[in-house]
């Protein structure tokens, strides 16, 4: 039987990885929107620009990501972007 605090904790932690979800599904969508414009760049720049995408489609979410503290967003966004990578190779 879980504790109060570890349901409150299951709870927020359900809450930060649906709103994470959220945020990963705009940045592939704001990838593909950009994607001739990101294509269209030097190929050493690509990396760059695709990121600069990521960057800005991010900022849309800085008031929603405002109460989670540093370290939580941190090792979550870690945490998508490794998992973003791995599955990017299949």
Known sequence: ??????????????????????????????????GQLI???EPSWRESARNLVHYLALRRFEEALAGWTYECLLRSVF????????????
């Open 1 to 34: 039987m879980k504790t109060p605090e570890k349901l409150a904790y299951d709870k927020t932690l359900n809450r930060l990885i649906n709103e994470l979800q959220r945020i990963r599904a705009n940045l592939l969508e704001a990838e593909v929107q950009f």
């Open 39 to 41: 294509e269209s760049a």
């Open 79 to 90: 945490q998508l972007y490794f998992t973003d990578m791995f599955l990017r190779k299949f």
